[in-house]
T-cell receptor
Framework: GAGVSQSPSNKVTEKGKDVELRCDPI?????LYWYRQSLGQGLEFLIY????????KSGLPSDRFSAERTGGSVSTLTIQRTQQEDSAVYLC?????????????????FGPGTRLTVL | DQQVKQNSPSLSVQEGRISILNCDYT??????FLWYKKYPAEGPTFLIS?????DKNEDGRFTVFLNKSAKHLSLHIVPSQPGDSAVYFC???????????FGKGTLLTVNP
C-alpha cells in the first residue's frame, strides 16, 4: 500500500516569504507527527495530531510555525515570514494507533521529507 | 542539551562482519527505544525497538541490546551487507510522552 507522501520534495524560497508543506499520511492512520532535521542534527519534534483531539504544538519553534490537519487526514505545515534558520528537511510521520498502544501499531512511518531552503 | 547521543558520526565495516552502532541517553524517564534506518532522499524507516523491561530484542540479522544502568543501547547487525549502508538513528521516548527524541545519526558504510 501507499506510504506517507509529502509535497513538494524540494522548496527554495526567499527570506520573508510564507511556505506551505503538505503531508498525506497512510490511510487509516490516526496519529500524525511533524519533525524537522537541520543540517548535522537529529530529528526535532514539532507537532502531533491524534484524531480529533487538540494537537500538541509544544515543539513548534516560534509563532511563525503553524499546522493543521483537515478531516483527520492531510496535514499542512505553514511557515510564515521564513528565515534562513528555517532551512531544514521537514519530515512527516503517521502511525495507526496512538503512542503507547500495545504491539507495534504505534510505530511511526515517515515520509520522504520536504527539503526547505531559505535564501 | 542532547538527551540522545550517537557519538560516532560514521562507521565502516567489511561485508560479512558485525556492525555495532552505539547510543547513549541521559533522560531516565525514557523507557522505549527504537532504531531507524535512513537512505538518502528517503524518510527514516523503522528497524527495531526495545522496551525497558527487556535487555535484548532480536529480529533476523538485527539485535538491539539495552543496558539501563549505563543508559546505553547498541544495535548489532550480523552479518553486515552492502545494502545496510545508511544512516542509523537511535530514538527514545517515555511511556507517557509520545515525542521521539532522536540522536544525530551514524553513517554506516559496509564495504564489499
Amino acid at each position: 500500500g501507499a506510504g506517507v507522501s509529502q509535497s513538494p520534495s524540494n522548496k527554495v524560497t526567499e527570506k520573508g516569504k510564507d511556505v506551505e508543506l503538505r503531508c498525506d499520511p497512510i490511510s487509516g492512520h490516526t496519529a500524525l507527527y511533524w519533525y524537522r532535521q537541520s543540517l548535522g542534527q537529529g530529528l526535532e519534534f514539532l507537532i502531533y495530531f491524534q484524531g480529533n483531539s487538540a494537537p500538541d504544538k509544544s515543539g513548534l519553534p516560534s509563532d511563525r510555525f503553524s499546522a493543521e490537519r483537515t478531516g483527520g487526514s492531510v496535514s499542512t505545515l505553514t511557515i510564515q515570514r521564513t528565515q534562513q534558520e528555517d532551512s531544514a528537511v521537514y519530515l512527516c510521520a503517521s502511525s495507526l494507533d496512538p503512542p503507547g498502544t500495545s504491539g507495534n501499531t504505534d510505530t511511526q512511518y515517515f515520509g520522504p521529507g520536504t527539503r526547505l531552503t531559505v535564501l | 542539551d542532547q538527551q540522545v547521543k550517537q557519538n560516532s558520526p560514521s562507521l565502516s565495516v567489511q561485508e560479512g562482519r558485525i556492525s555495532i552502532l552505539n547510543c547513549d541517553y541521559t533522560n531516565s524517564m525514557f523507557d522505549y527505544f527504537l532504531w531507524y534506518k535512513k537512505y538518502p532522499a528517503e524518510g527514516p524507516t523503522f528497524l527495531i525497538s526495545i522496551s525497558s523491561i527487556k535487555d535484548k530484542n532480536e529480529d533476523g540479522r538485527f539485535t538491539v541490546f539495552l543496558n539501563k544502568s549505563a543508559k546505553h543501547l547498541s544495535l548489532h547487525i550480523v552479518p553486515s551487507q552492502p545494502g545496510d549502508s545508511a544512516v542509523y538513528f537511535c530514538a527514545a521516548s517515555g511511556s507517557s510522552n509520545y515525542k521521539l527524541t532522536f540522536g544525530k545519526g551514524t553513517l554506516l558504510t559496509v564495504n564489499p
